[in-house]
Nanobody, 124 residues
């Protein structure tokens, strides 16, 4: 059974940085698309970014462009999210997800695996 395990969350002040990790365990094949999401309390899940694993092409939500960077280390089966210039509104549970096909980059319903998340709390 494939597992996605996030780590790296924590509590920081505004303007600081965090690096999130998503370790992929027991995957017998490469996923086409890897994604980061966040969900704030009482709100719906929102996309943060995705990366097409083969080409390295990335895409970001407007709210994080220029502040967050998604990248991967294939040798370590790990996905990363470098978060900089953090704002209070970035406070949420951050989860990673993986999909085998191209539409999983844009359609949540086509995501095959989800992690359980890591909490990020930003205070002023």
């Amino acid at each position: 059974q494939v597992q996605l395990v996030e780590s790296g969350g924590g509590s920081v002040q505004t303007g600081r940085s965090l690096l999130l990790f998503c370790a992929v365990h027991r995957a017998a094949y490469r996923f086409y698309c890897m994604r980061w999401f966040f969900q704030a309390p009482g709100k719906e899940r929102e996309r943060v970014a995705h990366i097409i694993t083969g080409s390295g092409t990335t895409s970001y939500a407007d709210s994080v462009k220029g502040r967050f960077t998604i990248y991967q280390d294939k040798s370590k089966n790990t996905l990363y999210l470098q978060m900089s210039s953090l704002k209070v509104e970035d406070t949420a549970m951050y989860s990673c997800a993986a999909g085998r096909f191209a539409d999983s980059c844009w359609w949540d319903a086509r995501v095959d695996y989800w992690g359980s998340g890591t909490q990020v709390t930003v205070s002023s």
